[in-house]
């Protein structure tokens, strides 16, 4: 998993409460357990004004033009700025997949489902809760402002507006932990690597027939 620490993005703002995982990426572009390649699905129906199926390219697609996505001044955006109960519905771990395979690194919001909120953060997408007052006003800068953009520091747990006002976020410490240094949850296991080892060992001296 690729280290987090910091982010200095533009801001793309979806302004609906309730966004649910087969709206992030449809159940037909679920093919795949690769991590990679989602991101051309991403809010598909939204996205797109013709029905799109597994393989197609972008190329081939018809984009609807007043998806906030596909406006030109929210081209390349990394921070996706949402509204209450973010990744609602069922429990696909394809849906924090195909936003961060979109580009995004950062997802800000007043509240996210759970399994989508933990799920992230195995991929080293940042959920980040704030409450809903600073959301509306972040939502109203952003939209007033082409070329918004908002310095994300995990280490100071801390979201900077561009004119200077810095909002802060709660985030769990081993979570912080392992999103500074990198670790997902086999990276995790293989700091224990040497005791793994010295397991094994013991294990296949005591009971060799098991190993034959």
Same mark, same amino acid.
């Given at each position: 998993?690729?280290?987090?620490?910091?982010?200095?993005?533009?801001?793309?703002?979806?302004?609906?409460?309730?966004?649910?995982?087969?709206?992030?990426? !449809?159940?037909?572009?679920?093919?795949?357990?690769?991590?990679?390649?989602?991101? &051309?699905?991403?809010?598909?129906?939204?996205?797109?004004?013709?029905?799109g199926e597994p393989g197609m390219d972008a190329s081939q697609r018809v984009l609807n !033009?007043?998806?906030?996505?596909?406006?030109?001044?929210?081209?390349?955006?990394?921070?996706?700025?949402?509204?209450?109960?973010?990744?609602?519905?069922?429990?696909?771990?394809?849906?924090?997949w195909a936003l961060q395979d979109y580009g995004f690194q950062v997802i800000i919001a !007043?509240?996210?489902?759970?399994?989508?909120?933990?799920?992230?953060?195995?991929?080293?997408?940042?959920?980040?809760? &704030?409450?809903?007052?600073?959301?509306?006003?972040?939502?109203?800068?952003?939209?007033?402002?082409?070329?918004?953009?908002?310095?994300?520091?995990?280490?100071?747990?801390?979201?900077?507006?561009?004119?200077?006002?810095?909002?802060?976020?709660?985030?769990?410490?081993?979570?912080?932990?392992?999103?500074?240094?990198?670790?997902?949850e086999i990276g995790l296991t293989l700091q224990h690597s040497d005791k793994i080892k010295?397991?094994?060992?013991?294990?296949?001296?005591?009971?060799?027939?098991?190993?034959?």
């Open positions: 998993m690729k280290k987090f620490d910091f982010c200095d993005g533009l801001v793309a703002p979806l302004d609906r409460a309730n966004v649910d995982t087969d709206a992030i990426i !449809p159940k037909q572009f679920l093919k795949s357990i690769k991590r990679s390649g989602f991101g &051309l699905n991403l809010f598909d129906e939204w996205r797109y004004l013709d029905h !033009p007043d998806f906030i996505l596909n406006l030109p001044r929210y081209h390349g955006a990394q921070i996706l700025l949402a509204r209450a109960n973010f990744g609602c519905g069922s429990s696909r771990e394809h849906a924090p !007043p509240s996210f489902a759970d399994i989508f909120f933990n799920n992230c953060f195995k991929i080293g997408l940042l959920p980040i809760v &704030l409450d809903a007052g600073s959301v509306d006003k972040l939502f109203h800068e952003v939209e007033a402002t082409e070329g918004y953009r908002l310095a994300v520091h995990l280490q100071d747990q801390s979201v900077t507006a561009p004119a200077g006002k810095t909002f802060f976020f709660d985030i769990d410490p081993f979570r912080k932990h392992s999103l500074l240094k990198g670790l997902d010295a397991f094994e060992e013991k294990h296949r001296a005591a009971q060799p027939w098991l190993f034959a």
